[in-house]
């Protein structure tokens, strides 16, 4: 509840806001750098004893040279393992990789190939 003027109302969005929006931030993003976008399922996930997905560590511990699909399926293996195969929430995952200039990638029979671009 909000009280306006002495007259109380359901809260608004508007309510919430202290001030203007922030400014944007960029990062930069350069060749060798890999991307994890994902849902709230995946950091939410708990195992049996309620510890949330340690994503950071199970980011680190994975292969840095294999390619995107392996990346993704050494995440999901760990996060089946933490959960016990009991996951309670969708969860996606998306991986982009910068490639070095010059060089970009074609999908090809279910797999990932390297071919210099023209």
Do not use: W
């Not at 994902?38 to 939410?44: A, Q």
């Not at 970009?104 to 023209?118: C, H, K, V």
């Amino acid at each position: 509840m909000h009280i306006e003027g002495g007259e109380q109302r359901p809260a608004r969005l508007e309510d919430f806001v202290t001030g203007p929006p922030t400014k944007p931030k960029s990062y930069p993003f350069v060749p060798g750098d890999r991307l994890l976008l994902y849902t709230d399922g995946v950091i939410e996930a708990r195992n049996r004893g309620n510890e949330f997905f340690a994503l950071p560590e199970a980011m680190e511990a994975a292969c840095r040279a294999c390619t995107p699909p392996e990346f993704l399926e050494q995440l999901h293996q760990e996060l089946i393992r933490h959960t016990e195969d009991r996951l309670a929430d969708d969860v996606a995952m998306l991986v982009v990789d910068r490639l070095d200039e010059g060089v970009g990638r074609q999908a090809g029979s279910g797999s990932l190939r390297e071919t210099p671009l023209p």
